[in-house]
């Protein structure tokens, strides 16, 4: 009898039912680039709610801290916000995905629903993130450093395009608007970054020290690195950016 493949996520460990299975028709999942409508659906809805929630946070508007008296700038913010999520979060899956396919293990993303609920109400009412939308599920009898390579991928991205942009931020650190958007872009890479790449189950760090701790750390430091400078260079106003 062959062994049961088990299911690893780059996240959550999101309860069996809905993922713990290969749907029909998506074995080609395990061919690089492929995805099936149901993991578009599921992209699409994580990003469209996520880029919501940190429009809350970026427009000033929530319920309990500062009431909704930035309606006006609320537009504008969803631009800055979506930028944000497809360079960070979107980025971030797809560079899991495309590596445990690299391995030929089938993956897709997939939503967490009770992740998404509860980052959208906790924006609404008082401005604050938690992403949890979800995970790139993968399965396959994968070994310990293709589990390792697929969980430090995701930021690994985050850390490269944080450093780009906090190079652009501080050449376009005069260009008021510009360098806003390149100093938030920079900061929601290197918080995701970050976060993800602590040493604790089920995220993505501790799959990482599994598999090889100097990397990990080489990581770890670097992104800690680029928080400080980000930081130390000055966090702008983003408000200034959607009030234009």
């Known amino acids: 009898m062959a062994k049961e493949r088990r299911i690893y996520s780059s996240f959550h460990d999101i309860p069996p039912r809905e993922y713990m299975y290969f749907p029909k028709g998506t074995l080609e999942m395990g061919k690089p680039g492929k995805f099936s409508k149901k993991e578009i659906l599921n992209l699409l809805l994580a990003m469209g709610v996520l880029t919501i929630a940190f429009s809350f946070t970026t427009s000033g508007n929530n319920i309990i801290l500062s009431g909704f008296d930035n309606l006006d700038k609320f537009p504008s913010s969803l631009l800055l916000s979506?930028?944000?999520i497809v360079s960070a979060f979107f980025v971030h899956e797809l560079s899991h995905k495309f590596m445990a396919q690299k391995y030929g293990l089938w993956?897709?993303?997939r939503v967490y629903p009770q992740g998404l609920l509860v980052s959208f109400i906790l924006a609404f009412l008082t401005g604050f993130?938690?992403?949890?939308?979800?995970?790139v599920m993968f399965?396959?009898?994968?070994?310990?450093?293709?589990?390792?390579?697929?969980?430090?991928a995701g930021s690994s991205a985050n850390i490269v395009t944080a450093g780009i942009t906090l190079i652009l931020y501080n050449v376009f650190f005069e260009t008021e608007n510009i360098g806003?958007?390149?100093?938030?872009?920079?900061?929601v890479n290197i918080l995701l970054?970050?976060?993800?790449?602590?040493?604790?189950?089920?995220?993505?760090?501790?799959?990482?020290?599994?598999?090889n701790g100097i990397i990990w750390s080489i990581l770890f430091i670097i992104s800690i690195v680029i928080l400080f400078l980000l930081f130390q260079q000055g966090i702008p106003n983003f408000l200034s950016f959607i009030s234009k």
């Open 82 to 84: 979506f930028l944000g």
């Open 107 to 109: 993956s897709e993303f």
């Open 129 to 135: 993130v938690v992403a949890a939308p979800g995970a």
């Open 139 to 152: 399965r396959g009898e994968s070994r310990i450093f293709e589990t390792g390579r697929i969980a430090a």
């Open 180 to 187: 806003i958007l390149f100093a938030f872009i920079c900061l």
């Open 193 to 211: 970054a970050t976060f993800n790449l602590l040493p604790f189950s089920p995220l993505d760090g501790s799959k990482v020290i599994r598999w």
